[in-house]
């Protein structure tokens, strides 16, 4: 590769525990130069999609470890475009899961770093490793640019203590860094700062609250451009219904499964992961086959929707409370951006609130930033569609820049 150049696009890196997903972006602009995903690492045969210049490959071949799945990632450019050696790739961005109470602000990567975020993988056991072996194998095929992690709890360092803290012995929560951290950081920073300037609006000066809502879902308050409220804690399984996972349950469950149905907690952990949230109750974990049982007529996927849409009101309403007034709602995320259906349930009976919905706004179709509210709202409903890759390029090329 030649020597990096700080004018050159950023290749973003998201490791996970059987997959990769990259994307190479121009900062500045936000175009996507390439992008695709490498999964089922580790089974014995992979898959492959890359995508560049309008145009798609796919292919399937053995991808034993994360090392092979960067030397499929280089591959995959030769071939299709465009050329690593000629694009002058400024950096290498890579999506953390957990920063812990470590990691506040993206970090440029060393060895020292690197063993930060092996040490917090008891935090994120599904996520940080994965993320270790990325990063490694990334350092070696790509060892001419400087290589940045950034953290999805980061943007919730923030945080008062009275927000992050459970009620718990002090002492054990501080041995074991038991405390509530929040995820999607990213994207929750991205979008509430995309609100400001597309509204016109001086970010400091605005309360907002953020639904990210996808397989996964968060809620966060907002306050001046400092989080000082998120939906989930230690885990991602806390805060709203999500895909699979449960959101909110009674502490006491995990206690109540494995005496009276002898499950371990581990089986708990995996049925609350996994098999719980909508899948749970109407089994499916699509919003888009969830509304379409719901439209044949199905009462479980009723009962999900309804279930999916509290929660999102009580967090709502929490956040209001704790905000004090509210400048601007934001719906993002796949569900958030591509759901009229769930985003007016949201809004039902909240004009009390200062929240009225433009029914005629709401349904269009459009992948762009929009105001769904009425003109007469005291609050400014949005749907930004977030870009975590543009977002890590961007942090990742403020600090090497």
């Not at 009620?167 to 995309?194: C, D, M, N, W």
């Not at 005629?360 to 569609?385: F, H, M, Y």
């Amino acid at each position: 590769m030649t020597a990096a150049t700080t004018s050159g696009p950023v290749l973003v890196i998201n490791s996970g525990s059987s997959s990769l997903k990259y994307q190479l972006v121009t900062p500045g602009t936000g175009e996507v130069l390439a992008s695709g995903t490498v999964e089922r690492i580790g089974e014995p045969t992979g898959s492959v999609s890359h995508r560049s210049n309008g145009r798609r490959a796919d292919s399937e071949q053995p991808i034993p470890d994360h090392g092979d799945a960067l030397n499929v990632l280089r591959q995959q450019f030769d071939e299709h475009g465009p050329d690593l050696e000629t694009a002058g790739i400024a950096a290498v961005g890579h999506r953390v899961v957990h920063g812990g109470p470590t990691f506040s602000d993206p970090v440029l990567i060393d060895d020292e770093v690197i063993q930060q975020i092996d040490d917090l993988s008891a935090l994120a056991p599904l996520h940080n490793p994965a993320a270790v072996a990325g990063i490694k194998a990334a350092r070696d095929r790509f060892s001419e640019v400087p290589h940045v992690a950034v953290f999805d709890t980061a943007f919730f360092a923030t945080l008062p203590r009275e927000a992050y803290t459970y009620a718990i012995p002090g002492e054990l929560a501080e041995k074991y860094r038991i405390r509530r951290y929040g995820f999607h950081g990213t994207s929750h920073a991205y979008v509430s700062q995309q609100a400001a300037d597309f509204l016109g609006r001086d970010y400091a000066d605005l309360n907002q609250i953020v639904m990210h809502l996808g397989n996964g879902c968060s809620a966060s308050a907002v306050r001046g451009g400092v989080a000082v409220e998120a939906s989930m804690g230690l885990t991602p399984l806390q805060g709203l219904v999500m895909g699979t996972r449960s959101g909110d349950v009674d502490p006491g469950l995990h206690t109540f499964l494995h005496a009276e149905l002898g499950l371990t907690f581990g089986q708990v952990d995996t049925l609350l992961n996994k098999q719980s949230g909508l899948k749970g109750l109407a089994g499916v974990n699509d919003f888009r086959e969830l509304e379409a049982l719901r439209q044949g007529g199905q009462d479980s996927a009723q009962l999900a929707f309804d279930v999916y849409v509290h929660r999102i009101k009580h967090y709502l309403g929490a956040y209001l409370a704790l905000l004090g007034g509210l400048d601007v709602l934001v719906f993002t995320a796949g569900v958030g951006e591509h759901n009229p259906a769930l985003r007016a349930a949201v809004l039902d009976g909240l004009s009390g609130l200062g929240m009225e919905l433009d029914s005629a706004a709401n349904e269009q179709r459009s992948g762009d930033i929009r105001v769904i509210s009425s003109d007469s709202s005291k609050t400014s409903v949005l749907v930004v569609p977030t870009n975590e890759e543009l977002a890590i390029a961007r942090q990742t090329m403020e600090l090497v820049a």
